[in-house]
T-cell receptor
């Protein structure tokens, strides 16, 4: 069964701490994404990557950075966590080959719920 | 600037009846539209998609309709089952840029009652 695995399901951090959220996929996908989900706001794209060492800003990149040193791994970094970064963080991956449907289907991990106190 | 909108935050439907979830978009460059389903404490899972050149796509109990002139799509679930209770997200894909990314709506929580 194909998987996107997020290493931490629940984290509690203090304001100002540096936070690492790790994501690994085993599908040999080229594209990887970080979204955050908040009530009433849906899923918003933070950063994405289409290749190793490549990254692009999404809609809400402020306060975040990312790292993609290996194809299967995409990390989200909060340099100095703030309370407004309390959220559910979702990692996803997709292939450049769209398959029979032609749609760009993202496969998501189970999410990491971060609370910043 | 919300490019994909789901104006109904919640919907309650009786088991066996039809559930209709709606989605509007503003960007005419979107090439595919997708629906995802999300249970609490899980990641979203892909349900069904439709190309912008089609007006209907069906997969079992799920049908998605696209009205390009109105920039509107809807997901029909017939018959609705209690296990369909979840949050449904509409998403749109565009070809611009180096990796096709998805823009999501705000979600509609569907409750299927007995």
């Amino acid at each position: 069964d194909v998987k996107v695995t997020q290493s931490s399901r629940y984290l509690v951090k203090r304001t100002g701490e540096k936070v690492f959220l790790e994501c690994v996929q085993d599908m040999d996908h080229e594209n990887m994404f970080w979204y955050r989900q908040d009530p009433g706001l849906g899923l918003r794209l933070i950063y994405f990557s289409y290749d190793v060492k490549m990254k692009e800003k999404g809609d809400i990149p402020e306060g975040y950075s990312v790292s993609r040193e290996k194809k299967e791994r995409f990390s989200l970094i909060l340099e100095s966590a703030s309370t407004n970064q309390t959220s559910m963080y979702l990692c996803a991956s997709s292939s450049v080959n769209r398959g029979a449907s032609g749609a760009n289907v993202l496969t998501f991990g189970a999410g990491s719920r971060l609370t910043v106190l | 600037d919300q490019q994909v909108k789901q104006n109904s935050p919640s919907l309650s439907v009786q088991e066996g009846r039809i559930s209709i979830l709606n989605c509007d978009y503003t960007n005419s460059m979107f090439d595919y539209f997708l629906w995802y389903k999300k249970y609490p404490a899980e990641g979203p899972t892909f349900l069904i998609s439709i190309s912008s050149i089609k007006d209907k796509n069906e997969d079992g109990r799920f049908t998605v309709f696209l009205n390009k002139s109105a920039k509107h799509l809807s997901l029909h679930i017939v018959p609705s089952q209690p296990g369909d209770s979840a949050v449904y997200f509409c998403a749109a894909s565009d070809l611009e840029g180096t990796a096709s990314k998805l823009t999501f709506g705000t979600g509609t929580r569907l409750q299927v009652t007995l």
